[in-house]
C-alpha cells in the first residue's frame, strides 16, 4: 500500500501533470532532508510512471568534513537505491566574486542539471527531461516574505510554480504542498538518513532570518500561516497567467521591430495603456533582453515609466541594469546594455 505523504504528492503530479510515462527525472539532492524525501519518493512512483531517475549532486566543497559528507551520503543513498548518481564538484574561486552565493550556487546547481539533460538527447526527447527539484511549502512562504521586501511585485508574490522552465529545462516541483514537518516526520519514520547544512541555521542570510525569526511570529497569529501563504500565492499565479494573455496581446500590437538583443515598440500607444499594464510590458520586454527579471525591482519600473511618460528631459534612461530605454520620435527603444 503506497504512504499517505507519497499519495499526496502523486496527487498534486497528477492534478498538475508534472509527470509524463517514460519522463526521465534529474533530481536535485544536496543531502538535506527535502531533496533526500522527493529521491525517495520518486524511487517508490518510479515504476508507476516508468521513470529514468539520475541524481545531480553538487559539491560546492565550502563546508570541508561536511561537504564531504554530504556527497558521500547522496552516493550511498543512490547505491542503496538503485539510482544513477552524477556529481560536480566545484572550486568557487574559479567564479567570479559574487555577494550572492546563494545565486551563484543555484546558477552553478541549474547549469549542472542542463548538462546532463543534454548528454541524454539521443536517448530522450526534449520534453520528456526533466529537473525535479525538493522546494515545499515552507520555502514557498519564505519566498513570499523574501519578494514582498525587496519590492518584487505580483509576479514574485506568486513565487515559485510546480512547473516552470529555466536553463532550457523543464523545472517540476512536485513536493510544493508539503510541509517541512512532514517531510521531517516522514523521513524520520522510515528512518531515512539526511544531513543538516549547519549554514542554514546562520542568520547573515535574510532567507535564514525569514525562516527561523519572522515566519515564527506570523504563525503565532496563524498556526496555519505556511498553508495560508501557499494558498494565497497559488491564486496570485493564477491572475498572473490571465495578466501575461493580455500582455503578450499587447506586446504584440506594441512591437515594430525586435531583435535577440533590441526591441522597439510604437511610444503613442504604450503611453496609452494602464500603468499596470506598462509595468508588465516592461517586464516581459527585459525578460526577451535578458532572459529573466532577476535585476528588476519594482522601483526600477516606476523609473523607467515616469522617464518614458516625460515629453522632455534626458535622452536615454540607463537605470536598470543591463537594459538602456531611449525614446526617439514615435518609438521607444530597449536595448541590452
Known sequence: MIDPLVSKVNTVI??????ADGDLLIVGTSGGPDSICLLFVLKQLQKIYNLRLIAAHVNYQTRKEDSKSDERLVKNFCHELDIECMVKKITLQRYKPTNNFEELARRIRYTFFSSIAKKNLKKFKTSKIKAAVAHNANDQAETVLLNLVRGSG?????????????FDLKIIRPMLDLKKSEIINYLNKKKVPYRIDKSNL???YSRNKIRHQIIPLFEEMNPKFIETVSRNSALIRETNEIL??????????????EKPKKIILKRKLFNKQHSIMQAEVLRNIFKKINKNTRNLSNSQIEKALSYISRSSGKKSFKEIKKLTITKKGDTLIFEDT
Open 244 to 257: 501575461e494573455i493580455f500582455t503578450n496581446k499587447l506586446i504584440n500590437k506594441l512591437i515594430l521591430r
Open 202 to 204: 546562520s542568520l547573515k
Open 154 to 166: 505580483i509576479k514574485g508574490l506568486g513565487a515559485m510554480a510546480f512547473e516552470s522552465a529555466n
Open 14 to 19: 497528477k492534478k498538475k501533470q508534472l509527470i
